[in-house]
């Protein structure tokens, strides 16, 4: 499916105080940065998922192995779930900010309702949170 970025309206995104508007080229460069994201993570979150499952095959016979190796499997497991656990939250993540800005939602901080900024918008397309939100959740965590 083809986006035909000229005939395309975008809904009002709204802009950090002091920001310019954005510019209907803007939206669209967001939008398509956004739709690669989501590709882009969700290939990489499956295979990530078929990368574990092999090493859970792989890995569930451990009669006779050396436990140095049983543990270096473990370990190597672990970072693989880790693996596939941020991969799945970096896709999720931009699928629910492309549904956003499809909506019309976008660019609005879930935390507070402000509007989250052009700048930080063009830098972190992927971003549901206002800078300030995003810092106090990082602190509490
Ligand atoms: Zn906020």
Redesign the pocket.
């Known amino acids: 499916m083809g986006v035909t970025v000229n005939t395309q309206t975008y809904p009002d995104i709204p802009v950090a105080e002091g920001e310019e508007a954005w510019t209907p080229q803007e939206l669209a460069e967001v939008r398509q940065q956004l739709s690669d994201d989501v590709a882009q993570y969700e290939q990489k979150y499956l295979a990530a998922q078929a990368g574990l499952a092999q090493l859970l095959t792989e890995g569930s016979d451990t009669t006779g192995r050396d436990p140095a190796d049983v543990g270096s499997s473990n370990f190597e497991r672990d970072q693989e779930v880790s693996l596939a656990a941020n991969a799945r939250q970096l896709y999720e993540q931009s699928e629910l900010a492309l549904k956003l800005f499809d909506e019309g939602r976008y660019g609005i901080?879930?935390?507070?309702?402000?509007p989250?900024g052009k700048a930080r918008l063009q830098a972190f397309p992927r971003a549901t949170?206002?800078?300030?939100?995003?810092q106090r959740l990082e602190r509490r965590s």
């Open positions: 901080c879930e935390s507070c309702g402000k989250i949170m206002c800078v300030s939100c995003k």
